[in-house]
């Protein structure tokens, strides 16, 4: 699924299944942070209208989510924890090119689509190994809203600069990527 390098071991939905208040905190705290995400896009090309229209909706279908997450926090009777620090995300933004500003806008393009196209995966594997009828079916749909995210932020990338390059610098994420996620897959987090 999105060439990425590395699967999720299946058995880490049961470590996610075991603490149900623990990953639904932590995803909902993902969702937030990919809101806040595609505001701070925003702000980088304000020029670029079509793509500030997109953005926004990304942002406003992400607070969304973390409004549905936060829903069925509330409706099991858990409490929404505190934000909790995402290693494997810091980790991806280390990878982010500190060059000439279309570098920079394209790298944050590709480490959004990165995060989206994990974050489908992990959803995908939720869906499919989990025993919880209400969880299967909320994240079956997540799966399809972070696809597309994926391929919305890849296209903005190609958008905004040369598309080989840009297919080239995806191929070295996916390298990368593939490296750092080998350390993950233990926590009952959504990129842990």
Not at 6 to 17: K, M, Q
Not at 146 to 168: C, M, S, W
Request: hydrophobic share 40%.
């Amino acid at each position: 699924m999105f060439k990425l390098k590395l699967p999720t071991d299946p058995r880490w939905a049961n470590i996610a299944e075991g603490n149900l208040e623990e990953i639904l905190t932590d995803h909902a705290w993902c969702e937030q942070k990919a809101a806040t995400n595609a505001i701070g896009l925003i702000t980088m090309i304000p020029e670029h209208t079509e793509i500030v229209t997109e953005l926004l909706a990304i942002a406003q279908e992400e607070m969304d989510h973390f409004n549905q997450v936060h829903e069925i926090i509330k409706k099991r009777g858990y409490i929404l924890g505190r934000t909790r620090k995402d290693d494997y995300v810091n980790q991806l933004f280390k990878f982010i090119i500190q060059g000439s500003r279309e570098d920079l806008i394209i790298d944050k393009m590709l480490f959004a689509a990165m995060i989206e196209a994990r974050s489908c995966e992990r959803f995908k594997v939720l869906t499919e190994n989990i025993k919880d009828e209400e969880l299967k079916e909320f994240y079956k749909e997540l799966m399809i809203s972070e696809a597309n995210h994926y391929t919305t932020f890849i296209g903005f990338a190609r958008q905004l600069g040369d598309p080989e390059k840009v297919n080239k610098r995806w191929e070295e994420w996916l390298e990368y990527e593939g490296e750092i996620i080998k350390s993950y897959g233990n926590k009952e987090t959504i990129h842990g």
